[in-house]
């Protein structure tokens, strides 16, 4: 599977527009009003496109002490707050590699138990495992620093984050 096959933008409902790094932190910030331990969150979209600014705003908003960076080499992150948050990248783990290598199934034991925010970067390989997950996909917008957000839960969006979509930029 290619981390690139993003999803298709038609399944997902505009979130909001960010125009700048602090309005993509920002949202982070609102997500983590609305994220609990046991929620797994997905991020798509392409290289650059703010993913890891976004789950830098969830951390700092959840009290994470230490800096948040992308776990492009590590594979997984592990963020000591308010809440556990797993911060997991893929964008560099082939299709057949095995995720047990990497303590993914413990990852997702904790997940179940309610005991992480588990948050993935370049997700393919983990939806099959994930039957219960919220998704973003971002998009550039047509500014250097603008970013379009926009949201979908599997199977559906849990009632929580719905309310992220009152006020949501409907040019979208």
């Keep these: 599977m290619d981390p690139l096959n993003l999803p298709d933008p038609a399944s997902f409902t505009p979130l909001r527009t960010t125009r700048s790094a602090a309005d993509t932190r920002a949202l982070g910030a609102a ?10 969150l997905l991020l798509h979209g392409p290289l650059g496109a703010g993913k890891t600014c976004l789950v830098q ?3 700092e908003a959840l009290e994470v002490d230490g800096e948040v960076v992308s776990p492009t080499f590590t594979l997984v992150n592990r963020y000591h707050g308010r ?9 560099r783990v082939e299709p057949d590699h095995d995720l047990g290598d990497i ?3 413990d990852l997702l034991d904790e997940l179940d138990a309610d005991q992480t925010l588990l948050v993935a970067e370049w997700p393919v390989l983990l939806q099959p495992l994930l039957p219960r997950r919220v998704e973003l996909l971002v998009a550039p917008g047509t500014e250097p620093e603008e970013r379009r957000w926009s949201i979908k839960g599997v199977p559906d969006l849990p009632p929580a984050w719905k309310s ?6 409907p040019s979208c």
């Design 31 to 40: 997500i983590a009003s609305v994220a609990r331990p046991g929620d797994a």
């Design 57 to 59: 705003g969830l951390c």
């Design 83 to 91: 809440v556990t948050v797993d911060h997991l990248d893929f964008y």
């Design 103 to 105: 303590g993914v199934h």
């Design 164 to 169: 992220l979509l009152v006020g949501a930029d």
